[in-house]
């Protein structure tokens, strides 16, 4: 059973970075392709960036571009998610999630696995 725990999370101001963390157990992080998404106050969640099984990156959304990078530790197990100039239209919760199937390429609609989320604020 794979169990994604994400961290990292808190309060920045307009143009700052913030780091988060999607901490992986169960099986090794390079098995599947984990996803970051994010869902903000009112609005439906969206798919932000992954990084597949293999390493490459996708990023879902246009306005991250840019901005936003993902990268993994495979000694920690850990996919990591760096925010930069950030903006309060940033602000939401952040989850990481994966699909059920491993060894998978990135790919919207194939979630299966959440963490809890972690909450990240831009202040302007």
């Known amino acids: 059973q794979l169990q994604l725990v994400e961290s990292g999370g808190g309060l920045v101001q307009a143009g700052g970075s913030l780091r988060l963390s999607c901490a992986v157990s169960?099986?090794?992080?390079?098995?599947?392709?984990i996803a970051w998404f994010r869902q903000a106050p009112g609005k439906e969640r969206e798919g932000v960036i992954c990084?597949?099984?293999?390493?490459?990156?996708?990023t879902y959304a246009d306005s991250v571009e840019g901005r936003f990078t993902i990268s993994r530790d495979i000694s920690e197990n850990t996919v990591y998610l760096q925010m930069s100039s950030l903006n309060p239209e940033d602000t939401a919760i952040y989850y990481c999630?994966?699909?059920?199937?491993?060894?998978?390429?990135?790919?919207?609609?194939?979630?299966?696995?959440w963490g809890r989320g972690t909450q990240g604020t831009v202040a302007s």
């Open positions: 999630s994966a699909p059920s199937m491993r060894f998978g390429r990135c790919a919207i609609g194939s979630e299966f696995y």
């Open positions: 169960g099986h090794t992080v390079d098995d599947y392709s």
């Open positions: 990084i597949s099984s293999s390493g490459r990156t996708k």
